[in-house]
């Protein structure tokens, strides 16, 4: 089986900058230390699912303490200079030399089963773009095959619009789409309560979440 690359898309964690709708519920260090739990359960989600490579992809210093000590042994890129679209098109079209296909998740859905991503793999096999719906109205994985479409002009990223308008945008020049469940981001005070509960009756979803959920 030919591996496909996964970009995950993080940041340094650092107080005032990460995860900053949560800072009135956990503070800016609060937000920040849960910040380094969901990207610790990501990549550990990302490296045990059968046929990925994950690379991290870093809005910001591929050299922060965080990140390198994160997985030594994983490939670090810093995301371009670019608007979402832009840099999530430059990590597909990066995998997609590489192997010919490709997925980028971002690091807001420490709970994400890893039968997901297992899904998204194989719905390259027979469609050209993969979206996974997040509850926000965005996605919390985008995966191309062969070639990256253009798809992410004009989308309006970070609004409720953001996955309506990359179907219409697909539907306009013929991409064919495979759409995966849906799933949560964390995003808010109101996703932090979600996540508390579904840790609490699960803990394996998301163990370092989980942990570090119960030292708050």
């Not at 690359?5 to 964690?13: C, G, S």
């Not at 992809?57 to 490939?75: K, M, Q, S, T, Y």
């Not at 890893?114 to 390259?124: G, V």
């Not at 949560?184 to 979440?209: E, G, I, K, M, S």
């Amino acid at each position: 089986m030919t591996t496909t690359p996964i970009a995950v898309f993080l940041r340094p964690p650092h107080p005032g900058t990460t995860k900053t709708r949560l800072t009135p519920s956990l503070g800016s260090v609060g937000a920040a230390t849960l910040y380094q739990a969901f990207v610790q359960d990501v990549v550990a989600r990302c490296r045990g699912a059968r046929g990925l490579e994950p690379e991290l992809w870093v809005a910001g210093d591929v050299h922060d303490p965080f990140i390198r000590g994160l997985c030594p042994e994983l490939r670090r890129v810093r995301q371009p200079d670019l608007d979402l679209g832009g840099r999530m098109a430059t990590a597909l079209e990066a995998a997609v030399r590489a192997r010919g296909r490709g997925l980028v998740i971002g690091t807001d859905v420490p709970t994400l089963p890893a039968a997901y991503l297992i899904a998204a793999r194989d719905a390259l096999d027979s469609a050209d773009l993969v979206l996974g719906p997040s509850a926000d109205g965005g996605y919390y994985l985008v995966g191309v095959r062969d070639n990256v479409p253009d798809v992410f002009r004009g989308v309006r990223y970070s609004t409720r619009h953001c996955l309506a308008d990359t179907l219409e945008r697909a539907r306009a020049i013929g991409v064919t789409v495979a759409l995966l469940p849906p799933w949560y981001d964390v995003d808010t005070p109101q996703d932090l309560r979600l996540l508390r509960l579904h840790v609490a009756l699960d803990p394996t979803r998301a163990r370092v979440t989980a942990a570090r959920l119960g030292e708050m």
